[in-house]
């Protein structure tokens, strides 16, 4: 029986009509861009995470450079990032005329950690922007206790983490500004790319929306130099559609992961993902750690389960950042993108699957 990573065709499947049904309304209203679509999901979007303001945008990258250019810094200011996660979260920051710094993340569950943090900032720094990796928030307290202090701004990378909550408040209306993507493999996703920014502030969330449309406050009347970057009607519809989804398809994704946590544990070699217990974890991915990580990996596409790394080699190591010449021996990002592997998971799996990635695990570790 093989095990799909992501099956979008089969979710496509299971939401067909309701699908089929908004790209056809889409069209034959030629609500292509702007209009109703857009405005119903973010909407929808902002009540379901209960935040004032969501704004669309083209993706999740330009979701975070938007917001970072709305805080209207002084060029060349430093932005702290973690050293694990997309290259989108720091490319946002150069992108904006800023400089990366890297701090290190918790070996438990991979987000950023205040102290490490701490240890980074300096007078030149202005922002932190806290990824809730994989699904798992962040510890937003201390982290938005330390921008109180030194007076910098928090911005949230949610683009793995819809639903996600910390402590029962949903990620996306904690920090100032918060960045999501709908790329189609997250865990909502659009039929092509997508974003949204969001935030309870009425005043950065009006900068944002301008920003994202041409400096825009009427049709051809521009208080500022904007850019192009809009969610389209098309993807909204989809996303609405998907949206009502989106608990049931996540409850799947934690029962699951329980699933994992539950069979797989006692295994020497094998490291498990540490749910917080203030955490809601989305489990947008479901890693272990395991210095074994190749060997694992073929054996379990052997067995036709498909694995991903997340990340291969981590953002220091990168040669786009070779320049920031930060490669700590001792930090923790350097030591552990070899050893991390994702498992598969998400709504598309049946028990029986998901039963089969744990027997084969165990296979690999316990067989003699
Ligand atoms: C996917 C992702 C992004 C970028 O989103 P796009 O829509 O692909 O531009 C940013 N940050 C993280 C952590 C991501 O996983």
Redesign the pocket.
């Known amino acids: 029986m093989p095990v799909k990573f992501l099956d979008l065709y089969s979710q496509y499947l299971s939401i067909k009509k309701d699908i089929d049904l908004a790209i056809e309304t889409v069209i034959k209203e030629s609500a292509f861009v702007g209009g109703r679509h857009v405005q119903e999901f973010e909407s929808n979007f902002a009540q379901f995470l209960q935040v004032n303001h969501c704004i669309g945008v083209g993706?999740?990258?330009?979701a975070?450079e938007i917001a970072i250019n709305s805080c209207d810094f002084p060029l060349g200011s430093e932005i702290i990032v973690p050293g694990n996660?997309?290259i989108?979260?720091s490319e946002a920051v150069t992108r904006s005329g800023h400089r990366v710094v890297f701090a290190d993340v918790d070996p438990e569950c991979y987000t950023l950690t205040s102290a490490s943090v701490a240890s980074k900032i300096t007078p030149c720094t202005v922002a932190i922007i806290a990824?809730h990796?994989y699904g798992h928030p962040c510890e937003m307290d201390p982290l938005m206790d330390l921008c109180k202090e030194h007076n910098l701004l928090l911005i949230e990378?949610c683009?793995?983490a819809h639903g996600a909550e910390y402590y029962g408040r949903m990620v996306g209306g904690i920090g100032h500004l918060a960045?999501f993507?709908?790329?189609p493999g997250?865990n909502l996703g659009a039929y092509g790319?997508g974003?949204a920014v969001t935030s309870q502030d009425p005043d950065r969330a009006k900068l944002v929306r301008m920003i994202a449309n041409h400096g825009r406050i009427g049709k051809y009347d521009h208080e500022l130099e904007g850019r192009n970057s809009r969610l389209d009607g098309m993807q909204a519809a989809i996303l609405s559609v998907k949206l009502s989804h989106l608990q049931t398809w996540t409850k799947r994704r934690i029962e699951i992961a329980d699933y994992y946590l539950k069979h797989l544990t006692g295994i020497e070699e094998l490291i498990l993902p540490v749910r917080k217990p203030w955490a809601r974890q989305v489990y947008h991915l479901f890693v272990v750690r395991t210095e074994r990580r190749d060997q694992l990996k073929a054996f379990l596409a052997d067995r036709q389960i498909e694995t991903g790394i997340h990340y291969p080699i981590s953002l220091p190591k990168l040669q786009a950042y070779a320049y920031v010449g930060d490669l700590e021996p001792s930090a923790f990002y350097n030591s552990t993108d070899s050893t991390l592997l994702s498992l598969p998971i998400g709504e598309h799996m049946c028990q029986e699957q998901v039963e089969l990635v744990v027997s084969e695990v165990r296979n690999f570790f316990l067989a003699k």
Do not use: W
């Not at 993706?59 to 330009?62: F, H, I, K, S, V």
């Open positions: 993706n999740g990258t330009d975070l996660s997309f989108a979260t990824v990796i990378d683009a793995q960045a993507s709908f790329y997250k790319d974003g």
